[in-house]
Antibody, heavy 117, light 108 residues
Framework: QLVESGGGLVQPGGSLRLACVGS????????MHWVRHTPGKGLVWVARSESDGSGATYAESVKGRFTISRDNAKNTVYLQMNSLTDEDTAVYYC????????????WGKGTTVTVSS | DIQMTQSPSSLSASVGDSVTITCRASQRISTYLNWYQKKPGEAPKLLIY???ILQSGVPSRFSGSGSGTAFTLTISGLRPEDFATYYCQQTYVTPPITFGQGTRVEIK
């Protein structure tokens, strides 16, 4: 199971930190992803963290503004989002992957981020 | 980046119909192609991975095929709970992982 938190309303240029807690599996052995969804663009992959936190990769649209990290002792993956724009408004999902890019088999229910003044 | 293009963007069908959704990749991706179902207000759900392997617990009316650049998702005998948006995803060349734009399956 994955449970996201941390979404909310933030002004343009602001910051937000999302968290996703995993349970029921060996969190430290899985790559974790953040994916966002909007009605207009559908599902868009945002970022990925490898099992030990190394090898973080990002979509071009968020590179330099978002940072993915994890605390395996807390079974938690984070997404620090800075310099937010209205284009970042979306429902953000965390998803479990394999220890390589293959598929995402477990998804959280999502947390909503709204960027608006 | 590999672009994924789905067709149609939307379709209308009746309960019991069979429908096929196509996904095309801008370059060859072997069978690194997955399908997800997304309903409003719900998390995406993995249906099929590696082009044709049914995820555990997914009904057998869902099937996938293809390799290279052309893939299909078929739903044989639509049920009311199948009306949703379907997305393909490639994981062959990453980053980035890319999704298709989605195909909305609506009730006729």
């Amino acid at each position: 199971q994955l449970v996201e938190s941390g979404g909310g309303l933030v002004q343009p240029g602001g910051s937000l930190r999302l968290a996703c807690v995993g349970s029921g599996f060996t969190f430290s052995s899985r790559w974790m992803h953040w994916v966002r969804h909007t009605p207009g663009k559908g599902l868009v992959w945002v970022a990925r963290s490898e099992s030990d936190g190394s090898g973080a990769t990002y979509a071009e649209s968020v590179k330099g503004r978002f940072t993915i990290s994890r605390d395996n002792a807390k079974n938690t993956v984070y997404l620090q989002m800075n310099s937010l724009t209205d284009e970042d408004t979306a429902v953000y999902y965390c998803a479990r992957g394999l220890p390589r890019d293959y598929y995402m088999d477990v998804w959280g229910k999502g947390t909503t981020v709204t960027v608006s003044s | 980046d590999i672009q994924m293009t789905q067709s149609p963007s939307s379709l209308s069908a009746s309960v019991g119909d069979s429908v096929t959704i196509t996904c095309r990749a801008s370059q060859r991706i072997s069978t690194y192609l997955n399908w997800y179902q997304k309903k409003p207000g719900e998390a995406p759900k993995l249906l099929i991975y590696a082009s044709s392997i049914l995820q555990s617990g997914v009904p057998s009316r869902f099937s996938g095929s293809g390799s290279g650049t052309a893939f299909t998702l078929t739903i044989s005998g639509l049920r009311p709970e199948d009306f949703a948006t379907y997305y393909c995803q490639q994981t062959y060349v990453t980053p980035p992982i890319t999704f298709g734009q989605g195909t909305r399956v609506e009730i006729k």
